[in-house]
């Protein structure tokens, strides 16, 4: 018998939208995903973290990004509650990285059925 994947298992969250209809608790773990990747600061934060390899000072993104560290630290927090990144303070800053496996279900949930996660 085939293992359904779901919410309780992260690594197997969410079969791909192509796959068959979501069942509800599936469609409400995705779209938190992409709601935070919604705003056009918050994608370009996830993917200049998602560049990167290993981690990064939140201090670096407001040169890069042109806002203002208050307005980084929001955007930093929007991504981090919706589990795509994680920080770690290091004295007044926190240094943040991308959650390879919720990158992964994210991408996979749009791709063909048939690609394996």
């Known amino acids: 018998m085939a ?8 690594l197997l969250c969410c079969a791909s939208v192509t796959d068959a209809p979501l069942v509800e608790a599936d ?5 938190r995903g992409y709601a935070a990747l919604g705003d056009p600061v918050r994608l370009r934060l996830f993917s200049l973290l998602a560049a990167a390899e290993g981690e990064v000072c939140a ?3 407001v040169e890069v990004l042109e806002r203002s ?9 929007v991504l981090a509650e919706a589990g795509l990144i994680v920080g770690q303070r290091r004295g007044r800053w926190v240094w943040y990285s991308v959650v390879p496996d919720r ?6 949930a749009l791709g063909p059925a048939d690609v394996a996660v």
Do not use: E, K, M, N
């Open 59 to 61: 201090c670096a993104f």
């Open 3 to 10: 293992r359904r994947r779901g919410v309780d298992d992260p």
């Open 69 to 77: 560290q208050p307005t980084i630290s929001h955007h930093l927090r």
């Open 27 to 31: 469609a409400i773990a995705l779209a």
């Open 103 to 108: 990158l992964d279900l994210l991408r996979a």
